[in-house]
């Protein structure tokens, strides 16, 4: 079975402050995508890493994808309220393609 | 480029009622459509994968019998919850691959099903 897990579940930080998600996933994948959702929301994409050692960087946020060891980071730089979310990674299977999301990272930045 | 839409964005009905939600890509064709369900406070959920012209193919534990799943075009998908229970209401949201693309989905805004 599939496992897709995040660390931590929730998190909450001071606007400011440097913080990093963990994604293992137990699968053998080289595709993965970061997304953030708001209440309410569907998913807004963040990041799509198609490849080993693949780093992408958005503003405040970084991730980075390791298929050797099937863990992929989101790392949150001087976090400031407006990034207040739950940010979900998602692996994506061969061949369908299909996405197995992570539980999720609730996070609260507070000022 | 690549939006999906879904329709409609909430829907309230009674229990033992069928509801069907559609998924469309606006700009784009679409092959391979997914849809997941989100319990509150959870993570997304695969439900089934629906190929154009062919029967979805569903995640263990989903009865296609309840859910219905229909992608008669490149650009539609569309599922059909029968005899709703109250335990079926949640946040059912699409999302739909671009054909020839590398794998990424594009993901609808989600329809929130409350079932009485």
């Known amino acids: 079975e599939l496992k897709v897990e995040q660390n931590p579940l929730f998190l909450s930080m001071q606007e400011g402050k440097n913080y990093t998600i963990y994604c293992n996933y137990s699968t053998t994948s080289d595709r993965l995508y970061w997304y953030r959702q708001d209440p309410g929301k569907s998913l807004e994409s963040l990041f799509v890493l198609l490849s080993n050692g693949a780093v992408k960087q958005e503003g405040r946020l970084m991730a980075s994808l390791d298929t050797k060891a099937r863990l992929s980071t989101l790392h949150i730089t001087a976090a400031v309220h407006d990034l207040s979310a739950t940010y979900f990674c998602a692996v994506d ?18 000022p | 480029g690549a939006v999906v839409s879904q329709h409609p ?13 559609e998924c469309r890509s606006l700009d784009f064709q679409a092959t391979t459509m997914f849809w997941y369900r989100q319990f509150p406070k959870q993570s997304l959920m695969l439900m089934a994968t629906s190929n154009e012209g062919s029967k979805a193919t569903y995640e263990q534990g989903v009865e296609k019998d309840k859910f219905l799943i229909n992608h008669a ?23 739909a691959r671009l054909a020839g ?16």
Do not use: M
């Not at chain 1, 061969?94 to 992570?102: A, H, L, S």
């Not at chain 2, 909430?10 to 939600?21: A, E, L, N, P, Q």
């Not at chain 2, 539609?76 to 949640?90: G, I, N, R, Y």
């Not at chain 2, 693309?101 to 009485?116: A, K, N």
């Open chain 1, 93 to 110: 299977t061969r061949p369908g393609n299909q996405f197995y999301f992570g539980t999720g990272t609730s996070l609260t930045v507070i």
């Open chain 2, 9 to 21: 964005s909430w829907v309230i009905c009674k229990s033992g009622t069928s509801v069907k939600i």
């Open chain 2, 73 to 95: 075009s490149l650009t539609l998908s569309t599922l059909t919850v029968t005899s709703a229970h109250p335990e079926d209401s949640s946040f059912y949201i699409c999302s």
């Open chain 2, 101 to 116: 693309g590398p794998g990424e989905q594009f993901f609808g805004p989600g329809t929130r099903l409350t079932v009485l």
